[in-house]
């Protein structure tokens, strides 16, 4: 019996903390999520909102999990999750939602960026909503493999 518990307790994944982030799969996707998502804000922000319902969403949710992202990337530098369980079903439960919800931002970016085609300050404008669309859907691209690959992680 007391060789059983030794062996439980190596089987389960412990969730990494300092530097060991930057290197352990899922977490790794965090910085790259951080990086891109702040390129969407910028880049949206940048360009002349022709249709600010659209491109307002894009901007909450980009800004909203950009400093989600770093608050969590805080939090797994320092280790606040003391190897907690319930931290990779958060871990988990963040990232799907957030994968849906930059889906749906990528998706009104691409629809701005079909309509600013025919502004008239279009090359500027133009240029930046194929940028913001590109680095939305590469965010929602790096979202969707956080949360697919934490969920694979635990099973």
């Not at 022709?50 to 770093?70: A, D, F, H, N």
């Amino acid at each position: 019996m007391a060789s059983a518990s030794p062996t439980a307790a190596t089987s389960q994944s412990t969730l990494p903390s300092g530097p060991v982030v930057f290197k352990t799969i899922p977490y790794a996707f965090i910085l790259p999520e951080i990086i891109c998502g702040a390129w969407v804000w910028i880049l949206v922000a940048a360009t002349s909102v022709s249709l600010p319902l659209l491109q307002g969403w894009v901007m909450y949710v980009s800004l909203t999990s950009c400093l989600i992202s770093l608050l969590l990337l805080i939090s797994y530098l320092f280790g606040f999750h003391r190897n907690s369980n319930n931290w990779k079903v958060l871990d988990s439960l963040y990232h799907g939602a957030t994968a849906i919800l930059y889906l749906s931002a990528a998706v009104l970016q691409a629809n701005a960026t079909i309509n600013s085609e025919f502004s008239p300050n279009s090359p500027p404008s133009y240029q930046l909503n194929c940028a913001a669309s590109f680095f939305a859907f590469i965010t929602t691209f790096l979202y969707i493999l956080h949360a697919f690959s934490n969920y694979y992680q635990r099973a």
